[in-house]
């Protein structure tokens, strides 16, 4: 099985104030336990490396993005496939809360044909799983 990780997933096994703090443990022990294909985007590096540095610190977003590309989970990059894809998703869809980034990773998830769209937003599992 495959699993695309979301960014709130890493914010909140590394910011340990976080309230999902021990949900996105507890995912994150799921998958390894049960030897998921992990993937991940350059988008939620991104993404989380600005919101760690933000919340946490600079220190601790350097860390992740040295640590990401240096573990298990594989990292697609964007292209203009992708990025048309994305486009056509949000195009399509009706809600307002969901960010670009989210639109991304599910196109990387219907691109990679990722069952697992691994995350704590429920309007985007929402939406994933309409797609």
């Known amino acids: 099985m495959k699993a695309f990780i979301d960014s709130n997933i890493y914010i909140s096994i590394i910011n340990r104030t976080d309230p999902t703090h021990k949900e996105g443990i507890n995912k ?5 336990k049960n030897n998921f294909e992990l993937f991940t985007s350059n988008y939620i590096i991104a993404e989380t490396t600005t919101i760690l540095s ?6 601790i977003a350097e860390d992740f993005r040295n640590d990401i590309y240096k573990g ?3 990292i697609l990059i964007t292209n203009m496939e992708i990025e048309e894809m994305t486009w056509n998703i949000f195009l399509r869809s009706t809600n ?4 670009y980034v989210d639109y991304t990773s599910i196109a990387f998830c219907k691109k990679f044909n990722i069952e697992n769209l691994v995350t704590l937003d429920k309007d985007l599992t929402t939406l994933f799983n309409t797609y």
């Open 54 to 59: 933000q919340r946490i610190s600079k220190k």
């Open 28 to 32: 994150m022990k799921y998958l390894v």
């Open 72 to 74: 298990n989970a594989k």
């Open 96 to 99: 307002k809360n969901i960010g």
